[in-house]
């Protein structure tokens, strides 16, 4: 069986988009194992890569 495919958004080398609160954005700082499962995980490639593209991030595809 498969993984289902998901994509998190990365902003330079340490920082994982997490979450957006009102006009808030939050960010994971990755630099512990463990810190990519509290990344937002978006199912639609096309809504993550408008995420990166406002912070001027990449999309990076994982799977479950």
Known sequence: MKN????IVRVGEMLLFQKF???TATFQID?????ESQAEKFDDL???KK???VFGGEVVNRNE
């Open 4 to 7: 289902k495919d998901y994509y």
């Open 21 to 23: 609160e009102d006009t």
């Open 51 to 53: 995420v990166a593209e």
């Open 31 to 35: 630099d512990q194992p463990g810190t």
């Open 46 to 48: 096309e809504e993550a």
